[in-house]
């Protein structure tokens, strides 16, 4: 087999899907990073796997986190929610993915704003990127409010599953009135 750059580009190639529908403006997007900043060699010339027994004080770990800038935005898209989120975010995926020059297949993770949101938004971007995770077998993080959207998608590789193992759950803005009688 023939071994190259190109191989490895494509091997070493992640790309994350972002969904956010916890405000008023709905946010999809696909970043790209590459595993290569996750595997520089020691100095010795043995590769260094980042994973989560590395200290904050060792010498190697502080140069690979360096390198932890690699992510870039592939695409994105932004909408006005207008409560019809259920008839157009999977068709703004779709594009999206196409948009970014890949598949939906080749998404890695998937990172779902949990809230506080409104409940029907919410609930949607959230089942959105639970069902997709699930059908990719792929894990799904959420991203809390305040949380950085770089730092939790750069923990993606040292202290996550790399298949679905756990669903995001919404964080609501008040608790949802479903059971109330209209009226």
Known sequence: MKRGRSFL?????????????????IKI?????DLRAWRHPRENGDPLIVDSRLRGNDKDANRVSRNYDKLRLAAEDEWESDQNETEVLLFRIDKLVK??????????????ASGPGQYTTLRIGVATANALAFSLNIPVNQLKEGEDLKTVIKSYGSSHSDVFDKPVKPKYLRPPHITKKRG
């Open 99 to 112: 948009k970014a020059n890949i598949g939906i297949a080749k998404v890695r993770m998937i990172l779902a």
């Open 29 to 33: 997007a696909v970043f790209d990073y």
């Open 9 to 25: 580009n494509k091997v070493d190639k992640k790309f994350v899907l972002y969904i956010d529908t916890a405000g008023s403006r």
